[in-house]
């Protein structure tokens, strides 16, 4: 009996240690090809993308970095917030002292009406200490940090990695050029695209979410970093859709009055009702990520962006 209790108390101590340590220096581990610390790493930038996996699916990063000589990176999480978003910012300002020519940030209409939460845990594993802290603080004050909230934040997520990251990491590579996927993305098809439902009618804006845009606008001026917000078209049903619609003019209203430059899916030739371009409503296929980001190269090019 005594043998099992000491067992367990060195199992108790050697959990608390690595739960600790994952909380406190998991921003620091070196996975490569994801998120704050490689981009870090990577050095002065041209262009850093900071979004959700829309970004992640379709900015084609191998056409990016031919065309910026390797000089760009994309920061981009499954589901990302605003409010984290704007957190991320401040990560990467206070952690790096590198040049940033361009942050693009995602101009997602339905972003702006997402409760305040936990959209990917990677978001935890990327934060410092501080970081986790500001975005725990933002959940409550939102009513979504319940115990079970609170176990999976702070003990359960990122322990795989903290487990695996070494031999894991070349599969991040991998995903982070094809799209977030580990082979090339293709398309439903035409039939599966114009049949599939979905419903964004109960959706509301979410203040928390608004005030992030202009509290990431404030931080850019404060820095003097130029930035961008970029929307990346969705399939034309999405884009065409009455409450999708009101909400990107929500979103479009915030940034013209704080003044603040915006590109949306119009301003880049891309064809939209192509069902070949996408994988679901508003993520794109192999095809459409490659089409759509040799165009997106030329308007950031015309906008002096070098």
């Not at 305040?116 to 004050?141: F, N, Q, T």
């Not at 203040?207 to 990431?216: E, G, K, M, N, P």
């Not at 606008?217 to 859709?241: M, N, T, W």
Request: aromatic share 12%.
């Amino acid at each position: 009996m005594k043998k099992i209790i000491i067992s367990l108390f060195i199992a108790i101590i050697i959990s608390a240690g690595a739960i600790a340590f994952k909380n406190v220096y998991s921003c620091n581990m070196p996975i490569k090809n994801r998120g704050i610390r490689d981009a870090i790493n990577t050095g002065d930038l041209d262009v850093l993308f900071i979004g959700s996996s829309t970004f992640r699916a379709n900015v084609d990063m191998p056409m990016m970095d031919e065309a910026y000589d390797g000089r760009v990176y994309d920061v981009s999480y499954g589901g990302n917030q605003l409010v984290a978003t704007a957190i991320q910012y401040d990560e990467i300002r206070r952690r790096s002292e590198n040049d940033y020519g361009l942050i693009v940030f995602e101009l997602g209409p339905m972003m702006i009406t997402q409760e305040v939460a936990l959209s990917d845990s990677r978001v935890i594993w990327d934060l410092s200490w501080d970081g986790k802290k500001r975005l725990w603080e933002s959940m409550s004050g939102s009513g979504n940090t319940d115990f079970s909230m609170m176990y999976e934040y702070f003990i359960t997520s990122g322990m795989d990695d903290l487990l695996t990251f070494p031999v894991t990491e070349p599969f991040y590579s991998t995903r982070y050029y094809k799209g977030a996927k580990t082979d090339e993305t293709g398309s439903p098809g035409l039939e599966k695209l114009e049949s599939v439902q979905f419903d964004i009618s109960d959706a509301e804006l979410i203040d928390a979410q608004a005030q992030a845009v202009r509290d990431i606008i404030a931080k850019c001026r404060r820095d003097g970093q130029r930035f961008v917000f970029l929307e990346s078209p969705c399939y034309h049903r999405l884009q065409e859709d009455e409450n999708f619609k009101l909400y990107r003019t929500m979103y479009i209203d915030i940034l013209e009055d704080e003044e603040a430059p915006y590109i949306l899916a119009d301003d880049v030739d891309f064809d939209s009702s192509n069902a070949e371009f996408f994988e679901d409503m508003n993520h794109m296929s192999a095809a459409g990520r490659r089409a759509y980001t040799g165009e997106l190269i030329k308007v950031l090019k015309e906008k002096d962006v070098k």
